[in-house]
């Protein structure tokens, strides 16, 4: 059974960092499309960074510069590592993995995902 678990979320002043990780079990996660998405109260749940098969990570232009993507050799556990984090950035953030394998782009459709954890809360105070 696949299971995704984040955490690493908290409280941060704008300016600040946190990092954020996906421990992914179930399956072999390097083969298949995983990403961080966020959700703002009351706002769509939005995609911030993803990999696909063999690709370096593709990101939201309102994270990049900021944001980096990574993951562990075997693949099971991403990293979101925060950097300069804004007020705008508060959410939760969650992780997700799809069950069919792509090349290129992430997909940025929550709808695309089979898989996600249960959320970690960021909070970013001005």
């Known amino acids: 059974q696949v299971q995704l678990v984040e955490s690493g979320g908290g409280l941060v002043q704008a300016g600040g960092s946190l990092r954020l990780s996906c421990a992914a079990s179930?399956?072999?996660?390097?083969?298949?499309?995983m990403a961080w998405f966020r959700q703002a109260p009351g706002k769509e749940r939005e995609f911030v960074t993803g990999?696909?098969?063999?690709?370096?990570?593709y990101y939201a232009d309102s994270v990049k510069g900021r944001f980096t993507n990574s993951r562990d050799n075997a693949g099971n556990t991403m990293y979101l590592q925060m950097n300069s984090l804004k007020p705008e950035d508060t959410g939760v953030y969650y992780c997700a993995t799809a069950t069919t394998r792509r090349f290129g782009s992430p997909p940025s459709s929550p709808g695309a995902y089979d898989y996600w954890g249960q959320g970690t809360q960021v909070t970013v105070s001005s």
């Open positions: 179930g399956r072999t996660f390097s083969s298949y499309p």
């Open positions: 990999f696909t098969v063999g690709s370096t990570p």
